[in-house]
């Protein structure tokens, strides 16, 4: 069965990064992409990009361009998404999620990191 | 991108039907049928409940339902149930290999 496992909860000070894994397993991992999404507290979720395991290119969203990375090792089949000069509104939880092979809808998600900044 | 707009809080009775709207731009919602819709319990992932519109995964109930008029894509549940209560997402392809959420929903059952 498709499992997404991702690492656990960070505490980080303003201006750190972090950095999320997130271990596939159940599937073959280069075959479908892999998306980051995140929710602040009581917020709503939002899109931050995405990496296609096979061939290692990215496209991440406008708001997060000049601080995202997202990366993966296939040997170890294993997404990461890297967020630096953190922020207080960074805080949140971060998904990791797989798209489905034929379409462009999230079928297998993780449980999620909390990522908390503060000083 | 700007998120797309939902309205912030809908509440119906037990076995009701309610629908949930998400309007965007010819940019996302009207311009592809590639708009899907995400369950979320409080503290818990989301879940996939409709795609591609319309589309249904195995596993979910036929109480749910997915339309688009325009740019305005609209979730349907029938016979509503306490579990149904929830935060729901609509999620639209945006062009060029982007994505974005709307703004969610969040059902009362009471």
């Known amino acids: 069965q498709v499992q997404l496992v991702q690492s656990g909860a960070e505490v980080k000070k303003p201006g750190d990064s972090v950095k999320v894994s997130c271990k596939a397993s159940?599937?073959?991992?280069?075959?479908?992409?892999m998306h980051w999404v995140r929710q602040a507290p009581g917020q709503r979720l939002e899109w931050m990009g995405w990496i296609s395991a096979g061939s290692g290119d990215t496209i991440c969203s406008q708001k997060f361009q000049d601080r995202l990375t997202i990366t993966a090792d296939t040997s170890a089949n294993t997404a990461y998404m890297i967020l630096s000069s953190l922020r207080s509104e960074d805080t949140a939880v971060y998904y990791c999620?797989?798209?489905?092979?034929?379409?462009?809808?999230?079928?297998?998600w993780g449980l999620g990191t909390l990522v908390t900044v503060s000083s | 991108q700007s998120a797309l707009t939902q309205p912030r809080s809908v509440s119906r009775s037990p076995g009701q039907s309610v629908t949930i709207s998400c309007t965007g731009t010819?940019?996302?919602?009207?311009?592809?049928?590639?708009v899907s819709w995400y369950q979320q319990h409080p503290g818990k992932a989301p879940k996939l409940v409709i795609y591609?519109?319309?589309e249904r995964p195995s596993g979910v109930p036929d109480r749910f339902s997915g339309s688009k008029s325009g740019n305005t894509a609209s979730l349907t549940i029938s016979g509503l149930q306490a579990d149904d209560e929830a935060d729901y997402y609509c999620c639209s392809y945006a062009g060029s290999y982007t994505l974005v959420f709307g703004g969610g929903t969040k059902l009362t059952v009471l």
């Open positions: 591609d519109v319309t």
């Open positions: 010819s940019s996302d919602v009207g311009g592809y049928n590639y």
């Open positions: 159940g599937y073959t991992f280069t075959t479908y992409p």
């Open positions: 999620a797989r798209i489905e092979s034929t379409g462009l809808h999230f079928d297998y």
